[in-house]
């Protein structure tokens, strides 16, 4: 079952300018966190936020959560050509033993 | 260095084969996961354990098993009852109890059936 799902799919942008992706999902979460994977490889974690968080930073990124809509945004700031990657999010269902459930993913390319 | 190996990379399986894939870590994590990524797509969860000897399906189960003997091996066979196994596979593993953290994950390996 899919639990986020991301938007937009793709995004492209170029370099210095802002970039906002956003997730949705279905049921009530414990915590909801972002990954981003290079092509080709394993994903890193960047950010994890908890249900009764409304907003994170960590360096240039901003996480917001919205739990009455069951949304969240992640925000890169003054993307870099390194930035461009996926981004997942993926929710920890309540009740749902830990299991993170991820979404299709937006691919970001940072043009320089 | 602490983390988490896959192993292979690559791997090529000939249709009927049953395949082998390693999963390493020294972290010391109780948890660890079992995805599968087909391209363009997201994470799909196959198998997980959150202790040694335990281990439960996840949403795409069929066609896969795993074994956990020791708190830092969680291999995954694809069995040739798994129809389409071509996809990239991602290990990972998680610090704390469900709920609590966040996944670190290996390399991947990618699986192509000839």
């Known amino acids: 079952s899919q639990q986020g799902e991301e938007d937009p799919q793709a995004l492209s942008i170029q370099e210095g300018e802002n970039a906002t992706m956003n997730c949705s999902y279905k049921?009530?979460?414990?915590?909801l966190q972002w990954y981003r994977q290079n092509s080709g490889r394993g994903l890193v974690h960047l950010i994890l936020i908890r249900s009764n968080e409304r907003e994170k930073h960590s360096g240039r990124l901003r996480v917001t959560l919205d739990t009455s809509k069951k949304s969240s945004s992640l925000l890169i700031t003054a993307s870099r050509a390194a930035d461009t990657a996926s981004y997942f999010c993926a929710t920890d269902a309540r009740g749902n033993t830990g299991k993170l459930i991820f979404g299709q993913g937006t691919t970001l390319q940072v043009k320089p | 260095d602490g983390g988490i190996t896959q192993s292979p990379k690559y791997l090529f399986r000939k249709e009927g084969q049953n395949v082998t894939l390693s999963c390493e870590q020294n972290l010391n994590h109780d948890a660890m996961y079992w995805y599968r990524q087909d391209p363009g797509q997201g994470l799909r969860l196959i198998y997980y354990s959150q202790i040694v000897n335990d281990f439960q399906k996840g949403d795409i189960a069929e066609g896969y098993s795993v074994s956990r003997e020791k708190k830092e091996s969680f291999p995954l066979t694809v069995t040739s009852a798994q129809k389409n196994p071509t996809a990239f596979y991602l290990c990972?593993?998680?610090?704390?109890?469900?709920?609590?953290?966040?996944?670190?994950f290996g390399e991947g390996s990618r699986l192509t059936v000839l």
């Open positions: 049921t009530s979460i414990n915590n």
């Open positions: 990972a593993t998680q610090s704390g109890g469900p709920g609590t953290g966040e996944l670190f």
